[in-house]
């Protein structure tokens, strides 16, 4: 009996092990399938990727354009905000995308240095073509100094020494790599009315021209002696309206606020302007892409982004200036790498 009741135990022992080992076979070639799931899961997430523009990826986590700046969540804030603006003179109704506050996740490594995304926007190659592309700016120093805007205070940007120094002179010290990845682009150029003074009425009139108006402006066609409203370069400077709208505004002063406010206010009200990643320092004069269009002799030649953040005027034969480069990338371009924390940036590839 006790032979039997062994030869049994011993029986049942071997069918356990035979049975744990085809479990354990099955479960390791369960985990087996699942890895290489996983991993092909992965290859074709990172393939799909590979294939998304650099527009696209950024534009997949913009923010609605009614979202509140103050109430969003933090991580919402460091991404771009969706604005629609109407048809203008010269251009159709569009949609385009913007970074704004004070610390938005924007920065890119372009030409071995600092530059930071404006935005994404639908650009005119020249040719009539239209696509969504990345728009740069560069914050890296040394910025551009001492380059008049128009020696001859013609306020015509295409005959400009800055137009010409920017698309020769800065555009040749890129690297071979980094000027692959621009296209030429039209820069508009319509002009807006400051303050001036009226001869008529003997007193001066005060232009109150916010960001909206600004941009509705340089898509204009307003012009003085025949200056083109448009031009076609690899380089130019932002507009005043990319100013404008970067602003998030505080609780007390609210984004809507400061966008609707004259943009010669900003200069007044801290809440704006210090909440604009575009505005430099209180050390500079920023020279812009926008020309003023003149209604009396007393007329000064352009606008200018002054020390105390407001929008400004001054004649254009003055040096004592910088200017930032401002780019279009071409729409192939991908990112390659980075998070656009300023110590991860974006990094491109075409």
Known sequence: MKKILII????????????????????NNDLSSKTNETNNSSSNSKETNDNITAASYLIDKANKEDLDYQSA?????????????????????????????????????????????IGVFTVDDGTGKKEQRVKLIKTAKPTIEGEMWDENRAKDWTKSP????????????????SQSMIDNSVWYLGKSISNYYDNTKKETIKATPNAENFYNDERGISTDNGAPVKTIA???LMYASDYGFATSGTSSTTRSACINNTLFDYSIN???????WLYASKNTYELII??????????????????????????SNISSTISRPVIYLKSSVKIASGSGVSTDPYQFED
């Not at 800055?162 to 790599?177: G, H, P």
């Not at 801290?270 to 604009?276: A, G, S």
């Open 162 to 177: 800055l137009n010409s120094y920017l698309n020769e002179t800065f555009f040749n010290e890129l690297s071979s790599e």
């Open 8 to 27: 049994l135990l011993c029986a049942m022992f071997i069918l356990s092990l035979t049975a744990c080992g085809k479990k354990e076979e099955s479960t």
């Open 270 to 276: 801290e809440d704006c302007y210090r909440t604009d």
């Open 73 to 117: 969540k933090e991580n919402q804030r460091k991404e771009m905000w969706t604005f629609k603006h109407e048809k203008t003179e010269q251009t159709d109704a569009l949609t385009d995308y913007r970074y704004i506050g004070s610390y938005p996740n924007n920065y890119v490594k372009f030409n071995n240095e600092e530059w930071r995304i």
């Open 290 to 315: 926008n020309a003023v269009t003149r209604k009396d002799y007393e007329s000064q030649d352009i606008f200018m982004i002054n020390n105390f953040g407001g929008i400004d005027t001054m004649y």
């Open 234 to 236: 690899k380089i130019g």
